[in-house]
Structures are given as structure tokens and as C-alpha cells.
């Protein structure tokens, strides 16, 4: 063999051989537990309608991705609030003008604002439809079930004195409602092995099977036992912190 074909067949297969050493390789995502800071915007049907309009929630969790298998397995709890109070629980206290008067004859600053919170667990499943680089995207959908309550914040902006709000008067007008409720979320869902782009997005829905818990209004003086049907429609953002060992991590090659 001449030597300049034996040069050319050392370099050809130096070439390949290198070409196969530096070749990406993709390894299953792993299993990954998140932490999630959530956002979303919540409009309310049922029963909830007629007490409160559009409202915000804040909230947290933490979740389980079984990343072979597709599952998702988590609890979370999110936070109510909002500015919108339908049911004027202070109706009776108001003057002719709309004004509520202290114990001095002097006006009081006195707004209604909704309040209340969520907390239970959930399962899913992530249909992944896609894996570009170091990404993995898909379907979420998550069911769950925990606890669902609300009432109705009186908030004295300048602490006059009103003796109807007084004291333990006050939980008499605040409605406070609470029971079983049921979770379902349908969204987008992106994670990735470089752990900086994380987040789902998605429209949920949140029944809660309530009751007034007070013994009575008094604002109305009636006692109200009725079952209720609470309902929140919401589109949620949450971001997505996750959390793998760092055997895994330093397994994944790109």
C-alpha cells in the first residue's frame, strides 16, 4: 500500500471515530420533583357568582413527576383574593347616602373584600408530544380533590370605631363557607434537562360542595344551611422549580 493511501485511511478513520466519541447522547428524562409557584385569574359560576366576581389566587405546590411513566403525583394549596363583593353584608348599617357611621357620629371607611383558600392533592398524567434538544412538551391533566373555603373580608381602612363590626360581631356578617371540593386542570406543560425553562399553563376548574359555617347572619337574622355549589373557572401559570440528584443530572449528556 502506497503511503499516501495509508495516511488517507489512518485520517478517514480518525475522523469517524471522533465523530462517534462527540455524538449526542440522549438519555430518558428523569424522575424530577417540583416545586411550583403558581398564578391564575379565577371567574366564579354556581353559587359563587352571586356572592363575588372576578378574583386572583396566589399559590404553591409540590409535585412528583414519574418521567418513565408519564405520571404526576402532587399536593398544592392557593389562596383567593379579590375585590368584587356582590353581597353587601352591610347593607343594613349604611345611610341613605351608602355611608356606615362610627360610634361618634362620625363616617367610617369600610370596604368588603373576598378572601379564602384551597388545599388538597391531585394525580395526572403528561402526554409528551414533543422533544426538541433539551426539551420535553405536552398535555397535562391533573385530577384532584381537598378542601375549599371563602368569606367575606370586612376591612376597616381607618379604624373607626362602628359597633355593629365590633368584636366577635364581625364574623357574624362574613359568611364564612366551607367543604369538600373537586380540581381539574387540562394545560401545556415544558420541561427541561437544563432546568431553566420549567412551567405549565392551563384552564382549571374547582367545584366545592359548601355550607355557611355560622350560626346564623346577622345582618339578616336567618339562619342559612343550605348546600351549595361553588364553583371557579381559571387560567393558571405556574413555574416550575425541579429538583433531581445530581447522579442523574450529571448522566445527561447533550
Same mark, same amino acid.
Given at each position: 500500500?502506497?503511503?499516501?493511501?495509508?495516511?488517507?485511511?489512518?485520517?478517514?478513520?480518525?475522523?469517524?471515530?471522533?465523530?462517534?466519541?462527540?455524538?449526542?447522547?440522549?438519555?430518558?428524562?428523569?424522575?424530577?420533583?417540583?416545586?411550583?409557584?403558581?398564578?391564575?385569574?379565577?371567574?366564579?359560576?354556581? +353559587?359563587?357568582?352571586?356572592?363575588?366576581?372576578? &378574583? @386572583?389566587? !396566589?399559590?404553591?405546590?409540590?409535585?412528583?413527576?414519574?418521567?418513565?411513566?408519564?405520571?404526576?403525583?402532587?399536593?398544592?394549596?392557593?389562596?383567593?383574593?379579590?375585590?368584587?363583593?356582590?353581597?353587601?353584608?352591610?347593607? =343594613?348599617?349604611?345611610? #341613605?347616602?351608602?355611608?356606615?357611621?362610627? $360610634?361618634?357620629?362620625?363616617?367610617? &371607611?369600610?370596604?368588603?373584600?373576598?378572601?379564602?383558600?384551597?388545599?388538597?392533592?391531585?394525580?395526572?398524567?403528561?402526554?409528551?408530544?414533543?422533544?426538541?434538544?433539551?426539551?420535553?412538551?405536552?398535555?397535562?391533566?391533573?385530577?384532584?380533590?381537598?378542601?375549599?373555603?371563602?368569606?367575606?373580608?370586612?376591612? $376597616?381602612?381607618?379604624?373607626?370605631?362602628?359597633?355593629?363590626?365590633?368584636? !366577635?360581631?364581625?364574623? /357574624?356578617?362574613?359568611?364564612?363557607? +366551607?367543604?369538600?371540593?373537586?380540581?381539574?386542570?387540562? /394545560?401545556?406543560?415544558?420541561?427541561?434537562?437544563?432546568?431553566?425553562? +420549567?412551567?405549565?399553563?392551563?384552564?382549571?376548574? #374547582?367545584?366545592?360542595?359548601?355550607? +355557611?359555617?355560622?350560626? =346564623?347572619?346577622?345582618? #339578616?337574622?336567618?339562619?342559612?344551611?343550605?348546600?351549595?355549589? $361553588?364553583?371557579?373557572?381559571?387560567?393558571?401559570?405556574?413555574? @416550575?422549580?425541579? =429538583?433531581?440528584?445530581?447522579?442523574?443530572?450529571?448522566?445527561?449528556?447533550?
Amino acid at each position: 500500500m502506497k503511503p499516501i493511501y495509508f495516511f488517507i485511511f489512518l485520517l478517514q478513520s480518525f475522523l469517524a471515530s471522533g465523530q462517534t466519541m462527540n455524538a449526542p447522547t440522549i438519555t430518558p428524562f428523569p424522575n424530577t420533583l417540583l416545586l411550583n409557584v403558581s398564578y391564575a385569574a379565577q371567574l366564579p359560576a354556581g +353559587n359563587l357568582s352571586s356572592r363575588f366576581g372576578l &378574583s @386572583m389566587s !396566589a399559590g404553591t405546590a409540590i409535585e412528583y413527576f414519574w418521567a418513565n411513566k408519564n405520571w404526576i403525583i402532587g399536593a398544592e394549596t392557593f389562596y383567593l383574593f379579590g375585590q368584587n363583593v356582590k353581597e353587601d353584608v352591610l347593607a =343594613f348599617a349604611r345611610t #341613605t347616602e351608602g355611608e356606615i357611621l362610627g $360610634d361618634i357620629g362620625n363616617y367610617a &371607611s369600610v370596604d368588603l373584600r373576598q378572601r379564602g383558600y384551597y388545599a388538597g392533592g391531585y394525580m395526572g398524567h403528561f402526554f409528551k408530544t414533543k422533544e426538541e434538544g433539551n426539551q420535553i412538551g405536552g398535555f397535562r391533566v391533573t385530577l384532584g380533590a381537598g378542601f375549599l373555603q371563602h368569606w367575606i373580608r370586612i376591612q $376597616d381602612n381607618q379604624n373607626v370605631s362602628v359597633p355593629q363590626l365590633s368584636g !366577635a360581631y364581625r364574623a /357574624g356578617y362574613d359568611r364564612l363557607t +366551607n367543604g369538600l371540593a373537586f380540581n381539574q386542570c387540562v /394545560g401545556w406543560q415544558v420541561l427541561s434537562r437544563n432546568k431553566r425553562i +420549567n412551567f405549565h399553563i392551563g384552564l382549571e376548574l #374547582t367545584e366545592g360542595f359548601t355550607k +355557611n359555617r355560622r350560626g =346564623f347572619n346577622f345582618d #339578616t337574622g336567618l339562619h342559612d344551611d343550605k348546600n351549595r355549589l $361553588d364553583m371557579l373557572y381559571a387560567l393558571k401559570l405556574a413555574w @416550575m422549580l425541579p =429538583f433531581w440528584s445530581a447522579q442523574k443530572a450529571s448522566e445527561i449528556e447533550y
